[in-house]
């Protein structure tokens, strides 16, 4: 069997992503395709628009056969860390093939790219430009920049396809990679009346203006009805935990190091998100990683609850018929435990996902607390 792996967040889904799931089937041919999705977070450090069950809903109407979970303290982490535990749950599941979508269009330049960062004089280039006080992100892009001369790096989803190639090579699996050429719109395209396929970006801005979608997501997707969760609006929860935090306390949390909480704490006064995020933005911290920090401190994710980051479990939110033969083929040789079902004891990384979308009904006025002790999604 062919068994093709993407990762995703639908964010919303929309026909670029239609695209790319029609064509990750007819590039490689797949028997069976599964989408590791992020769950209610994702990883610029913000709540996903719609909850993570209705977006698995999407996904199997798109035509995806399996939807499994991607932790959110995973999605909550540098590219890295992120590409390397999707990877490493597409792995477990048997996956002889991943694609994902770029930029470039062309996997060649990529691998090379990828080669490059496992070198000991990239990482010197990286050392060189921290030094200089800018951000590790910032830092590995300069060092791409002197040591291939062009600027496949600088693309988001080059980016991620860069780390999807390095997490398969630290893993040592036998993946094929692939790469998909984005089409009509770049990430952080603004709306555009003339094109059918928009970024996801345009589409949430549209979506918290309360202004229609239509023409630019399935049906499926328009006919739910679902009133979109802005994190700009859990701004007074974050306020109260800078408020109420001191720097012993808040340095406890994860992703606070090096001083950031000193940083934090000094603008605590600020009256809105997107003015903190600018008063806290310097070189060194992007406003990513300023957002990811921010969203540990809100579910309070201490240092001390993780110990490492390897994929301790594989969750199923959502399967059809082929997808439940698949799973019945590998549940006894799988390394790691298969959940399709939450139980009394579980695993510390679920309880962080339990806590996240208790706060996200919360924010949002859903009750979608009992769909994770629900059986898994079956289409």
């Known amino acids: 069997m062919t068994i093709t792996g993407i990762v995703v967040e639908y964010n919303p889904l929309h026909l670029g992503h239609m695209h790319h799931i029609e064509s990750a089937k007819q590039q490689t041919s797949a ?7 992020s769950s209610n977070v994702v990883q610029r450090g913000e709540f996903a628009v719609a909850n993570k069950f209705m977006r698995t809903n999407w996904a199997l109407k798109a035509g995806i ?38 930029e470039h269009g062309e996997i060649t330049p990529l691998k090379t790219s990828a080669e490059i960062m496992r070198t000991n004089a990239y990482d010197e280039k990286i050392q060189h430009y921290l030094h200089q006080g800018f ?30 190639i390095n997490a398969v090579y630290d893993i040592n699996a036998s993946i094929e990679l692939h790469a998909i050429k984005r089409i009509q719109s770049e990430y952080y395209s603004a709306f555009d009346d003339n094109k ?26 328009l006919d739910s009805e679902f009133t979109p969760l802005n994190t700009a609006d859990a701004f007074p929860f974050i306020q ?21 909480e000193g940083l934090f704490l000094k603008h605590r006064d600020k009256h809105s998100l997107n003015e903190l995020i600018d008063a806290l933005s310097t070189r060194r911290y992007t406003h990513a990683k300023l957002k990811r920090s921010l969203m540990h401190m809100l579910i309070n994710t201490q240092k001390t609850s993780i110990q490492d ?25 799988i390394p790691i435990p298969l959940i399709t079902k939450l139980k009394r004891e579980r695993d510390p990384l679920l309880d962080i996902e339990l806590t996240i979308t208790r706060l996200r009904d919360f924010l949002s006025g859903e009750n979608t607390l009992k769909k994770e002790f629900e059986p898994v999604t079956i289409l």
């Open 31 to 37: 028997d069976l395709l599964i989408a590791v999705m």
């Open 65 to 102: 056969d399996m939807v499994v979970e991607l932790p959110g303290f995973f999605t909550l982490q540098n590219a890295n860390i992120f590409a390397n535990t999707a990877v490493q749950i597409l792995n477990h599941l048997g996956v002889t093939d991943i694609v994902f979508g770029s």
């Open 309 to 333: 980051f390897n994929v301790p479990y594989v969750r199923v939110l959502g399967m059809n018929a082929r997808a439940q033969d698949h799973l019945n083929t590998i549940k006894k040789t």
């Open 135 to 164: 951000s590790y992100p910032s830092s590995a892009d300069q060092a791409l920049n002197d040591m291939t001369g062009n600027t496949i790096h600088k693309n988001p989803n080059d980016i991620l396809g860069i780390q999807y």
């Open 240 to 260: 109260y935990r800078l408020l109420t935090h001191n720097s012993d306390t808040l340095r406890r949390v994860f992703s606070f190091d090096e001083g950031l």
């Open 196 to 221: 059918t396929i928009q970024s996801a970006t345009a589409l949430r801005n549209r979506l918290f203006r309360q202004k229609s979608i239509e023409g630019f997501v399935p049906a499926f997707v």
